[in-house]
């Protein structure tokens, strides 16, 4: 609960200092719940009887000195003890309370009379003599009401502090769905500005590539009409060379004479016309790309502000026990 350390005892757990004050209430508690036969043994005639459970009278008395639960029979020498009578209460529910009143403390079985201010301790008057002879001490009650202030003090201050944690914390999860909301709006905003950087790329892109096939669509339909007027010059000078070398041949000096003068002029008309002359003439293309480097500088999507500064109205008060 208080988490602090501390330190075991050597001979275990069974060392711890008792909490007498717990151990009380347990006591009382048993006294009152306890039930045999519709009431609660006498421990002392429980003691004497064995396990013969009809001998043992039902207890009637608490006897806070002996912490013993008697019958009416068993509690007349609790009453009549030579060094004084011991403190016999009636069992019943408003007992407890009476108990817890007059046994705020315990030191071992002995009655506290004391409070020794130099170990912390309840001591009854044997105890004090023996073993306190020399400390500081006041009579239980009062150092009781010395208590009682500071305690009360103390409740009063962690009750206030309490509130104060309590209201930091409201405010912390306010703060964490305030910010929860921010970054859900600027991941919205940083999706929807790289969504039209991203659209500006494409469109660049298209365009780009759209102008490249039609410069590529034109310079190749360029390079099919060069190439279909050469194919026409070649079949044509190989068709009038078929020919003349056919007449030269074969043919009769009658034929030879009749097809010179046409074959002369068809050879001037081929030669005259230079197909030579038109060529190709492809466009050069090039692309220079962007300096992507100089595009990561100029940081088309935006910048990430991250301001750690308190906020007006939050709240930063630390407890000085925290």
């Not at 940083?190 to 410069?215: A, C, F, H, N, P």
Request: contains cysteine; neutral net charge; proline residues 3%.
């Amino acid at each position: 609960m208080c988490r602090k350390k501390f330190q075991i005892p050597f001979n275990g757990l069974g060392g711890l200092q008792h909490h007498f004050f717990v151990q009380q209430l347990v006591d009382v508690r048993k006294n009152s719940s306890r039930k045999l036969d519709g009431g609660v043994p006498c421990e002392v005639c429980q003691e004497e009887s064995g396990e013969d459970l009809e001998k043992v009278a039902v207890a009637t008395v608490y006897c806070v000195d002996c912490r013993q639960k008697l019958c009416e029979q068993c509690s007349r020498p609790h009453k009549r003890w030579k060094g004084g009578a011991h403190q016999v209460k009636p069992l019943g529910a408003a007992v407890e309370q009476e108990l817890i009143q007059l046994r705020a403390g315990s030191c071992d079985n002995h009655k506290v009379e004391l409070y020794c201010y130099a170990c912390n301790e309840n001591v009854c008057s044997r105890c004090s003599a023996a073993q306190h002879r020399n400390h500081y001490k006041r009579g239980i009650r009062e150092a009781a009401g010395n208590f009682m202030p500071t305690i009360a003090h103390d409740d009063t201050a962690v009750l206030n502090a309490s509130a104060s944690v309590r209201s930091q914390s409201e405010q912390a999860k306010q703060d964490v769905q305030r910010f929860c909301t921010e970054v859900d709006v600027v991941e919205d905003l940083v999706q929807e500005t790289g969504g039209q950087v991203k659209r500006s790329v494409d469109e660049q892109m298209k365009g780009i590539l759209g102008e490249l096939q039609s410069v590529s669509s034109e310079s190749l339909k360029q390079a099919a009409s060069v190439e279909e007027t050469y194919q026409l010059a070649l079949v044509s000078m190989e068709s009038f060379h078929a020919y003349s070398r056919e007449l030269l041949d074969k043919g009769r000096p009658s034929d030879i004479t009749r097809a010179a003068c046409q074959l002369h002029d068809r050879a001037t008309e081929l030669l005259n016309d230079d197909v030579t002359a038109v060529k190709y003439r492809p466009p050069h293309v090039t692309f220079a790309p962007a300096d992507v480097m100089q595009i990561k500088r100029l940081n088309f999507i935006g910048k990430l502000a991250i301001n750690n500064e308190v906020r007006p109205g939050t709240l930063t008060h630390v407890m000085p026990f925290l």
